[in-house]
């Protein structure tokens, strides 16, 4: 009997805006794999997907389920399902630059709960700003008690230095306002009071939809008669636990993307490529180093909202197997889809809008549903769709590339036999089982740990702020869930910042990951980026 036969079993799964891909894997085989459309309601498209992989397979021996979801990231793009949240900021007040201010108007209606500016606040160091008024933020309590506000954000100047003073005004607010929920600025994003910000906004607008889309994914799984644990994936191509997803829904909003480049690396055995990830709506182009997506240095726009929490560096191009090809200005192709409906809604399904599947049909790139149903289609539009996608895709390629080295580029997803990008032969690479990269980025299953933090170098070496920030990363991982032996650090970075008063500083940024321990998967776990 073989170790496929006889070990553990992974399961896998990544619900996309067109279809839900689902695979079964024991040790580095895959040993099946789905795609169905996604349902309208998510969780029948989930139970299709794992029901078609795990067949003729004995579920009993799946010790983890790993889910990547799209339903934060569409909740926020949509600004439905979110809860109005308050935001507390510990400042010099009054602020200048108040919370939401340029956050799009449909988006701020959403979630907008009301302003409130504390005294509080850090210097860059971690030395003291202002100190908490412990009165004023009761009286902040009794407001939110007097409107019935029941979620918040809390962020203070410099808080990943130094998050005490948020710590503080949880503890108030816990006592004042049963029920409250809470997010902490500290615990999701990096140095920038801004972004952070907009990023615990979020976060906690998205929590009382996370418990409802969490238990549902539960139900779902052990619906279907398996009891394994159960993770959602990250945005750094990590995973975390049921409670963490509960309480931290926004670590989860890119995780399509880095589920598919982490599902490209294993595939492809290379720890340093450029991925495209075609799917049913959009194409997706990142850099892979050390097998992991290059993460965003800078603010990333969320749904017109400028956050910094750790995200992968990836451009989304509005290329994909449902995307309507007609002629529109200059551009043959999208960005509209027809998403999940391209089963029903493609020419080469009977359906009457011309779509990159019925062009690729009609090009003979592939072969889906009718090919004569697309064989009308006129030569020159065929050729001229491809050649603009394929001329969008390479420039994309070429940006992500950040250099001139000519590194591999693979392409995965559902799509990926309607893209040949203007790349060499031998260093274009279509993996097998590519179409389901996302679902097998999902079941890698590892866990990481991250430090972004600024030290002066007042009394300390660069060496040594080094070594400080690697020890507390690793320290991170194991406390998330990562098995002891495993973690390694597998980025890093530091930047000087002379200009800072106090002398010199600098800005490190360091990410550990260890293998999952499932043996003790039950236990409450959390982390975060300090």
């Known amino acids: ?68 979801t799209t339903h934060f990231i569409n909740a926020v793009v949509q600004a439905r399902s979110l809860a109005p949240v308050a935001a507390i900021r510990l400042c010099t007040a009054p602020a200048s630059l108040p919370p939401f201010l340029d956050w799009p108007s449909a988006l701020r209606a959403a979630v907008d709960g009301g302003v409130h500016a504390c005294s509080g606040g850090y210097q860059f160091d971690g030395r003291l700003l202002n100190p908490l008024d412990e009165g004023e933020i009761g009286r902040v309590a009794q407001e939110l008690d007097r409107t019935g506000h029941r979620n918040v954000a809390v962020t203070g100047v410099f808080s990943p230095l130094a998050g005490e003073q948020e710590s503080r005004v949880a503890e108030i607010l816990t006592d004042m306002l049963p029920g409250v929920s809470i997010t902490l600025s500290h615990q999701i994003g990096r140095i920038g009071v801004l972004e952070r910000e907009n990023a615990a906004l979020l976060n906690e607008s998205l929590r009382p939809m996370a418990g409802q889309v969490v238990d549902g994914l539960a139900d779902a799984i052990a619906d279907l008669g398996i009891s394994a644990g159960l993770y959602l994936t990250q945005n750094d191509g990590t995973v975390m636990s049921l409670d963490r ?176 990008p203007r790349t060499p032969p031998e260093r274009l690479i279509r993996p097998t089982d590519g179409g389901s990269a996302n679902a097998v980025g999902a079941t890698l299953g590892s866990i990481g740990g991250e430090v972004d933090r600024i030290y002066s170098l007042a009394e300390q070496s660069r060496a040594d702020a080094l070594t400080d920030a690697r020890d507390e990363a690793i320290k991170l991982a194991l406390r998330a869930g990562a098995r002891a032996g495993s973690v390694s650090i597998v980025d890093e970075e530091d930047i000087p910042l002379s200009h800072l008063p106090g002398g010199s500083a600098l800005r490190i940024r360091v990410k550990a990951v260890g293998a999952l321990d499932t043996a003790g998967s039950d236990q409450e776990r959390t982390t975060s980026c300090v």
């Open 1 to 68: 009997m073989t170790n496929a036969q006889q070990g553990p079993l992974r399961l896998g799964i990544d619900v996309g805006g067109t279809n839900t891909d689902a695979v079964l894997m024991s040790g580095n085989q895959v040993l099946s794999t789905s795609k169905i459309p996604t349902s309208p309601d998510v969780i029948s498209g989930i139970g299709a997907s794992v029901s078609a992989a795990t067949a003729g397979h004995d579920v009993s021996r799946v010790d983890r389920v790993i889910i990547g």
């Open 245 to 420: 997803a509960r309480r931290y829904p926004i670590t989860t909003i890119a995780s399509g993307p880095t589920n598919s480049m982490r599902g490209a690396a294993f595939l492809s055995g290379l720890a340093d490529a450029v991925v495209v990830d075609v799917g049913g709506t959009t194409t997706d182009i990142g850099l892979l180093r050390n097998g992991f997506p290059r993460e965003s240095a800078v603010a990333k726009d969320l749904g017109g909202v400028r956050s910094n929490f750790r995200i992968p560096e990836v451009t989304s191009l509005g290329i994909g197997g449902g995307s309507v090809v007609h002629r529109d200005g200059d551009r043959l192709v999208g960005p509209d889809s027809v998403g999940f409906r391209l089963t029903s809604e493609a020419l080469v399904f009977g359906g009457t809008v011309t779509t990159l599947t019925d062009v690729a049909v009609a090009a003979g790139l592939a072969v889906i549903g009718d090919p004569a149903l697309a064989a009308h289609l006129p030569a020159d539009l065929v050729r001229d769709a491809l050649a603009e996608v394929n001329e969008r895709i390479f420039d994309a390629v070429e940006e992500a590339k950040l250099s001139d080295a000519d590194l591999p580029v693979v392409i995965v997803g559902g799509g990926a036999q309607l893209i040949s």
